[in-house]
């Protein structure tokens, strides 16, 4: 609960100020990716292959987080904070039967 509203406060605050979107996420990413660089060094990618991992740092976090804050720019905290973790489930479902990776 923490981290989801977490994410929704301080990504809302840091639209009221001077950052941008890119601003905020090279923030979000960029102190992400130094304190889990480490964690990367010792256990390589875990199998996934160089592609499937880029893939899933451009969409699943770069995208969603981009998607989140433009959304975050037009409505209030509250409305993002609903719409995005409730229909966060939903569209992980369609878009794993979309794909065909479950039935």
């Known amino acids: 609960m923490s981290l989801f509203s977490g994410f ?6 840091g639209l009221s100020t001077t ?4 601003d905020i996420a090279a923030l979000r990413f960029g102190i992400g990716g130094l304190l889990l660089s480490p964690v990367l060094i010792r ?5 996934l292959r160089p592609a499937q991992a880029a893939g899933l740092a451009v969409l699943g ?3 969603f987080a981009l998607f989140a804050y433009a959304g ?32």
């Open 43 to 47: 256990h390589g990618l875990s199998g």
């Open 72 to 103: 975050f720019a037009l409505a209030p905290a509250a409305h993002g904070a609903i719409l995005l973790h409730g229909t966060l489930a939903l569209t992980t479902a369609v878009l794993l039967r979309v794909l065909g990776g479950h039935p």
């Open 19 to 22: 950052l941008s979107l890119p």
């Open 8 to 13: 929704v406060l301080l990504s809302r605050l």
């Open 61 to 63: 976090g770069l995208g």
